[in-house]
T-cell receptor
Framework: SQQGEEDPQALSIQEGENATMNCSYK?????LQWYRQNSGRGLVHLIL?????REKHSGRLRVTLDTSKKSSSLLITASRAADTASYFC????????????FGSGTRLQVQP | EAGVTQSPTHLIKTRGQQATLRCSPI?????VYWYQQALGLGLQFLLW???????NRGNFPPRFSGRQFPNYSSELNVNALELEDSALYLC????????????FGQGTRLTVV
């Protein structure tokens, strides 16, 4: 099963609104990363948050991490039609040599 | 600096044939990851190569295999293709530390008919 699971699976909002996506994971992590994918293309890294960090900002993006709940959220403020994409969280596990494990993604549709 | 490159962009094969997909990582990256993404779904981890060796393998049958060359480029081979192997195959490269992001190629769209 997937290490990370995003919620909701799909989200449709109007331009200008905020979009919030959540990610839950199962095991201890070293860091959690968010990626974006435009319609069947490669993924682009958005932001990385370490396990000892609680919040991180990058432009219109805000990521929070709650290691006690094993969850993270990605907030996109003042969304734009160009933000329409799928968003994935990925976890790097705390121990051992493991690949980045991706969730199933949230499909965001921003209506102009 | 060149990003991760994958070839071919598209590949159409017949059931039972073999497919070979190629990936060149970002210069200096020793780790290469392969993921399968079926239409509309998430990324399923296939294989991880680092320093020329297979480090980890996802829950896929043995007909999915690969290798990493001395220049850190990588090949993914899929034997005895099945219709359900049709998917976007993504390659990513990463530096040595766990605290680094992965850089993805644009993928190879494999269609099995």
């Amino acid at each position: 099963s997937q290490q990370g699971e995003e919620d909701p699976q799909a989200l449709s909002i109007q331009e200008g609104e905020n979009a919030t996506m959540n990610c839950s994971y199962k095991t201890s992590i070293n860091n959690l990363q968010w990626y974006r994918q435009n319609s069947g293309r490669g993924l682009v890294h958005l932001i990385l948050i370490r396990s000892n960090e609680r919040e991180k900002h990058s432009g219109r993006l805000r990521v929070t991490l709650d290691t006690s709940k094993k969850s993270s959220s990605l907030l996109i403020t003042a969304s734009r039609a160009a933000d329409t994409a799928s968003y994935f969280c990925a976890t790097a596990m705390d121990t051992g040599r493991r690949a980045l494990t991706f969730g199933s993604g949230t499909r965001l549709q921003v209506q102009p | 600096e060149a990003g991760v490159t994958q070839s071919p962009t598209h590949l159409i094969k017949t059931r039972g044939q073999q497919a070979t997909l190629r990936c060149s990582p970002i210069s200096g990256h020793t780790s290469v990851y392969w993921y399968q993404q079926a239409l509309g779904l998430g990324l399923q981890f296939l294989l991880w190569y680092d320093e020329g060796e297979e480090r980890n393998r996802g829950n896929f049958p043995p007909r999915f295999s690969g290798r990493q060359f001395p220049n850190y480029s990588s090949e993914l081979n899929v034997n005895a293709l099945e219709l359900e192997d049709s998917a976007l195959y993504l390659c990513a490269s990463r530096g040595g530390s766990r605290n680094t992001e992965a850089f993805f190629g644009q993928g190879t769209r494999l269609t099995v008919v």
